[in-house]
């Protein structure tokens, strides 16, 4: 995943000096870069800004990735604008100590594009190289700014194929949700930045809003900034650790970390813990509640896709299936079914498509395998392009076997379980169970 800067305001500090800033006393904010930072003058990045504020709109200034508990981060109130200057008062004394400080304007706009040049540079040299899987767009404010993305995407050789998740992280952005989640592929809900934009005691119910719209969507949704105490500790908090588990039974597809392993102490336990709270609140996940609910959700008529991939989890949940294996070329259908959120893992087996451009062939299929790991509960594999999946059943079975003994080694399928099997047979959409001997 390519993470974009965005429209991101920081404080150039070249000399790296640590700044002491009192409460109660001023500082001009000056989009004049040549100047030295100190107390009582600081050089920011974006000559805009004194056209953006007003007297009494609150600005915050804080290490990248801050993590809100540090003395590193100060709130300012502005008190007036000179010229391309802001004046503001200084509300609680803090050291600003490091080169890389981001300033957030509290909803307030920036005339800034989503996807700046600088980003479209990285995007083209080291994105393309490397194949990325996903673009994460931060501060995405319109539908707009995803389909921009995508504009320029689709031009960058392969990642035509790149999924873009929109970033949440202000005001703007909330209020557009819905048109932007019908453009994005998924959405990352940027909780350190909102919850600058937003009161803190509206945090929760925009998560909550936020992960149902898109579980009903069927779109992955990432939860970020979990466990930031980690940063400089062994253990989260209690209240952290009751956040993830919360995120998981609110239904998010994965958990971003980021100061923890950007710059914490214990990168590593931080992962294996928020894991290990993770597997704990799946186990509790109540899953027949939530599979009624999308079901009544979808309503009726179902489309073709929908009400298959409906039936097969329906079909596992009563037979008690230990893995559902849908066959698939886009990862569309084992998405749906993943959408159900069922019980047992979904084995997302993924044929290669043969396509050419006139020059030569190429088999697509690892992009769409690979981007169906962000999604809960589905796990992919590859086919091997020589067993196509629409064809005589003999070569199926042999699909179907190198899955199943995928399963068994991997530990999910054991000997007299029952697997469902979601495939196309020529245009039909075929739901089978099948019992394994020994």
């Given at each position: 995943?390519?993470?974009?800067?965005?429209?991101?305001?920081?404080?150039?500090?070249?000399?790296?000096?640590?700044?002491?800033?009192?409460?109660?006393?001023?500082?001009?904010?000056?989009?004049?870069?040549?100047?030295?930072?100190?107390?009582?003058?600081?050089?920011?990045?974006?000559?805009?800004?004194?056209?953006?504020?007003?007297?009494?709109?609150?600005?915050?200034?804080?290490?990248?990735?801050?993590?809100?508990?540090?003395?590193?981060?100060?709130?300012?109130?502005?008190?007036?604008?000179?010229?391309?200057?802001?004046?503001?008062?200084?509300?609680?004394?803090?050291?600003?100590?490091?080169?890389?400080?981001?300033?957030?304007?509290?909803?307030?706009?920036?005339?800034?594009?989503?996807?700046?040049?600088?980003?479209?540079?990285?995007?083209?040299?080291?994105?393309?190289?490397?194949?990325?899987?996903?673009?994460?767009?931060?501060?995405?404010?319109?539908?707009?700014?995803?389909?921009?993305?995508?504009?320029?995407?689709?031009?960058?050789?392969?990642?035509?194929?790149?999924?873009?998740f929109a970033k949440i992280e202000n005001i703007e952005g909330l209020n557009h949700f819905d048109e932007i989640l019908q453009e994005a592929d998924g959405i990352i809900l940027s909780r350190g930045n909102l919850g600058i934009d937003l009161p803190p005691e509206k945090v929760f119910l925009f998560q909550k809003a936020a992960l149902y719209k898109c579980n009903v969507?069927?779109?992955?949704?990432?939860?970020?900034?979990?466990?930031?105490?980690?940063?400089?500790?062994?253990?989260?908090?209690?209240?952290?650790?009751?956040?993830?588990?919360?995120?998981?039974?609110?239904?998010?597809?994965?958990?971003?970390?980021?100061?923890?392993?950007?710059?914490?102490?214990?990168?590593?336990?931080?992962?294996?813990?928020?894991?290990?709270?993770?597997?704990?609140?799946?186990?509790?996940?109540?899953?027949?509640?939530?599979?009624?609910?999308?079901?009544?959700?979808?309503?009726?008529?179902?489309?073709?896709?929908?009400?298959?991939?409906?039936?097969?989890?329906?079909?596992?949940?009563?037979?008690?299936?230990?893995?559902?294996?849908?066959?698939?070329?886009?990862?569309?259908?084992?998405?749906?079914?993943?959408?159900?959120?069922?019980?047992?893992?979904?084995?997302?087996?993924?044929?290669?498509?043969?396509?050419?451009n006139q020059l030569k062939w190429s088999f697509s299929g690892a992009f769409e395998a690979r981007q169906s790991l962000i999604v809960r509960g589905l796990f992919p594999m590859l086919a091997d392009p020589r067993h196509p999946a629409e064809s005589t059943s003999a070569t199926n079975e042999s699909v179907l076997k190198v899955a199943l003994d995928y399963g068994k080694?991997?530990?999910?399928?054991?000997?007299?379980?029952?697997?469902?099997?979601?495939?196309?047979?020529?245009?039909?959409?075929?739901?089978?169970?099948?019992?394994?001997?020994?």
């Amino acid at each position: 995943m390519l993470d974009t800067v965005g429209p991101e305001l920081q404080v150039v500090n070249k000399s790296e000096k640590a700044i002491s800033l009192e409460a109660d006393a001023t500082v001009i904010l000056t989009p004049d870069e040549g100047l030295e930072a100190s107390s009582n003058l600081l050089p920011i990045n974006f000559d805009g800004l004194s056209k953006a504020v007003k007297k009494g709109d609150t600005i915050f200034i804080g290490q990248y990735l801050f993590t809100g508990s540090e003395t590193t981060s100060v709130w300012l109130e502005v008190s007036e604008v000179q010229g391309n200057d802001v004046v503001c008062v200084i509300k609680n004394t803090a050291t600003l100590t490091g080169a890389l400080f981001t300033l957030h304007a509290s909803q307030i706009r920036i005339e800034l594009p989503t996807l700046s040049d600088k980003d479209k540079e990285v995007i083209s040299s080291w994105g393309v190289k490397n194949k990325i899987d996903f673009l994460s767009l931060s501060y995405t404010r319109h539908a707009e700014d995803v389909r921009h993305a995508r504009e320029f995407l689709s031009k960058q050789g392969d990642l035509y194929q790149t999924q873009i998740f929109a970033k949440i992280e202000n005001i703007e952005g909330l209020n557009h949700f819905d048109e932007i989640l019908q453009e994005a592929d998924g959405i990352i809900l940027s909780r350190g930045n909102l919850g600058i934009d937003l009161p803190p005691e509206k945090v929760f119910l925009f998560q909550k809003a936020a992960l149902y719209k898109c579980n009903v969507a069927g779109k992955p949704a990432v939860v970020t900034r979990v466990v930031d105490s980690m940063t400089d500790n062994l253990r989260p908090t209690r209240a952290e650790a009751t956040d993830v588990a919360n995120a998981v039974l609110d239904g998010s597809d994965a958990i971003l970390l980021g100061a923890e392993t950007l710059r914490g102490l214990y990168p590593v336990e931080t992962i294996s813990t928020v894991g290990k709270i993770c597997a704990e609140a799946e186990k509790v996940f109540n899953q027949d509640l939530y599979f009624k609910k999308t079901v009544k959700y979808v309503g009726e008529p179902m489309t073709h896709l929908e009400s298959i991939a409906s039936s097969a989890v329906r079909a596992a949940i009563k037979v008690k299936a230990s893995v559902i294996i849908c066959f698939t070329s886009s990862g569309r259908a084992a998405r749906l079914i993943a959408k159900y959120r069922p019980t047992m893992p979904v084995l997302s087996v993924v044929i290669p498509r043969l396509k050419t451009n006139q020059l030569k062939w190429s088999f697509s299929g690892a992009f769409e395998a690979r981007q169906s790991l962000i999604v809960r509960g589905l796990f992919p594999m590859l086919a091997d392009p020589r067993h196509p999946a629409e064809s005589t059943s003999a070569t199926n079975e042999s699909v179907l076997k190198v899955a199943l003994d995928y399963g068994k080694a991997s530990g999910v399928v054991k000997p007299h379980d029952r697997v469902v099997v979601c495939q196309k047979v020529g245009d039909a959409s075929v739901v089978k169970i099948i019992e394994l001997e020994d």
